[in-house]
Antibody, heavy 117, light 110 residues
Framework: EVQLVESGGGLVQTGGSLRLSCVAS????????MSWVRQAPGKGLEWLAN????????SYVDSVKGRFTISRDNAKNSVYLQMNSLRAEDTAVYHC??????????WGQGTKVTVSS | QSALTQPPSASGSPGQSVTISCTGT?????????VSWYQQHPGKAPKRMIY???KRPSGVPDRFSGSKSGNTASLTVSGLQAEDEADYYC??????????FGGGTKLTVL
């Protein structure tokens, strides 16, 4: 079964850090771009970051540039999101998603991040 | 990287058709045929319904269709059913390796 499972969310103080993980199964992970997308409470989806199959290219939405870092370990079928200098507005459910045929075809259930002072 | 514009809400009675619009710019929707649509039920992960403007993944009912004209893409749901009630989001490739989503539309089946 093709599946993405996120972990690593939780409650963190303003200015703190958190590292999210996403483990993939059921497909050839090393041949696929991966993304992180978040959804703040009661709000819409926001694309955050992309990473190429071999990790050689990365891109970010302006609101997280310089604070968030996407990475991957193809040996572990995993993609990560290191989040630093967290703000209240980063409170959201964070999903990893597989990028395929110009769209996000597989999504994880998400991991919840709450940033509080 | 501005969000695509969707109406906040849409509605229709069972059996009717409803169309949801998604307006961007020539740098995203109008510039590429990588527009996709996602259905999200409360508390669930988004599900891809349409990709590359008008293609339907296997398993998605043919009641769902997509189109694009200029900088505006559209999702049409025909023969509305109760289970179609959900939030719908459009997304577009936005150049380089960037992506952008719409603000979402809450579809109500009356």
């Amino acid at each position: 079964e093709v599946q993405l499972v996120e972990s690593g969310g939780g409650l963190v103080q303003t200015g703190g850090s958190l590292r999210l993980s996403c483990v993939a199964s059921g497909f050839t992970f090393s041949g696929i771009w991966m993304s992180w997308v978040r959804q703040a409470p009661g709000k819409g989806l926001e694309w955050l970051a992309n990473i190429k199959e071999d990790g050689s290219e990365k891109s970010y939405v302006d609101s997280v540039k310089g604070r968030f870092t996407i990475s991957r370990d193809n040996a572990k079928n995993s993609v990560y999101l290191q989040m630093n200098s967290l703000r209240a507005e980063d409170t959201a459910v964070y999903h990893c998603a597989r990028v395929s045929v110009g769209s996000f075809d597989i999504w994880g259930q998400g991991t919840k991040v709450t940033v509080s002072s | 990287q501005s969000a695509l514009t969707q109406p906040p809400s849409a509605s229709g009675s069972p059996g009717q058709s409803v169309t949801i619009s998604c307006t961007g710019t020539s740098s995203d929707v109008g510039g590429y045929n990588y527009v996709s649509w996602y259905q999200q039920h409360p508390g669930k992960a988004p599900k891809r319904m349409i990709y590359e403007v008008s293609k339907r993944p296997s398993g998605v009912p043919d009641r769902f269709s997509g189109s694009k004209s200029g900088n505006t893409a559209s999702l049409t749901v025909s023969g509305l059913q109760a289970e179609d009630e959900a939030d719908y989001y459009c997304s577009s490739f936005a150049g380089r390796t960037d992506w952008v989503f719409g603000g979402g539309t809450k579809l109500t089946v009356l």
